[in-house]
């Protein structure tokens, strides 16, 4: 497995394995991984291409007040785990190196950009759509592998490809879970033992929410105060937000009749947690 620290050296790399008839399969993350990178690694290799994943700490999606700093970060625990699964190489930049003195662009996805995480977190999704954009730059691949549990940052990603043209096919990927249903992120590490078990709560509702909707329940607002009161109801949450909205366009909506998403977030502690569920299309 290589590591290739430079903007350069991953060209090179790409073109070495393009030489070869190989396709490039790519992992973008911020490292500190859990199963829920593993899965996408697997899928990547599974799918037959060179996989190259990049470890980059994004300064441009966190804002001022948030966990930059103090985000987890281990190198050498990540080049461990990801080499049993295949990958090929890693690109781990220095942040010079992503954003050399002088830099200016930024890349906006207008409207999905906007409810959501992007109410609570104003400069996120540029942040996340201008490194997305500047990697696949970098990396060219023809697959690019995100989970779902960023869910937002997934149809912001399909949106910019779509908009702008690349000939990338984004592949998304189930949320991986923990035992007790908590979905994996390396956030969880911030979690106390009580705050941890508190954290429940989160798969708890959306369970709760697929079941009412499984058994006729087509009422968005009924559904979100259901969740909201579920968490409400935990000491140790404080709810940023739940909500029902379109699975395509993330609008808020009243009644289920197109594929729809419970997308929640929420504090335990200094952890700020999301979790979603998609509710399909109501058969006809
Ligand atoms: O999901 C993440 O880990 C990050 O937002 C991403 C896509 C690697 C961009 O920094």
Redesign the pocket.
């Known amino acids: 497995m290589e590591i290739l620290r430079t903007i350069d050296s991953v060209r090179q790399w790409v073109r070495a394995q393009r030489a070869q008839g190989r396709p490039i399969h790519f992992v ?4 500190y991984f859990h199963e829920g ?1 593993l899965s996408l690694m697997r899928r990547a290799r599974d799918d037959g291409g060179a996989v190259i994943v ?1 470890i ?3 300064p441009l ?1 966190f804002g001022p007040n948030e966990d930059l700093e103090r985000y987890p970060r281990d190198f050498e625990r990540d080049r461990q785990m990801a080499q049993p699964v295949g990958v090929d190489a890693i690109f781990a930049p220095e942040a010079a190196e992503m954003y050399p003195a002088g830099y200016q662009t930024e890349v906006r996805v207008q409207t999905l950009s906007q409810p959501l995480c992007g109410r609570s977190r104003p400069g996120h999704f540029e ?2 759509a201008t ?2 954009l500047k ?1 696949f730059h970098i990396v060219t691949p023809d697959r690019a592998y ?2 779902m549990k ?1 869910y937002q ?1 997934l149809r912001v ?1 399909q949106q910019m490809v779509r908009d702008l043209n690349l000939p990338i096919e984004v592949v998304p990927c189930p949320i991986v879970r923990e035992a007790d249903g908590l979905a994996m992120s ?1 956030r969880n590490v911030y979690l106390s033992p009580d705050e941890r078990a508190a954290a429940t709560v989160l798969y708890r509702s959306l369970q709760w929410a697929q079941a009412q909707y499984a058994a006729g329940e087509r009422d968005a607002h009924r559904l979100r105060e259901g969740v909201y009161a579920q968490i409400a109801a935990e000491p140790l949450a404080r709810i940023d937000y739940v909500e029902v909205v379109d699975a395509e366009t993330l609008q808020p909506i009243e009644r289920l009749e197109r594929p729809a998403l419970v997308a929640l977030a929420v504090f335990f502690g200094r952890a700020r947690l999301i979790d979603n569920c998609l509710l399909p299309a109501p058969a006809e």
Do not use: Y
Not at 28 to 31: D, I, L
């Open positions: 973008p993350t911020m490292g990178h990049s980059f700490v994004n999606q942040g996340v490194v997305v990697l995100f989970g960023d940052q990603i390396s």
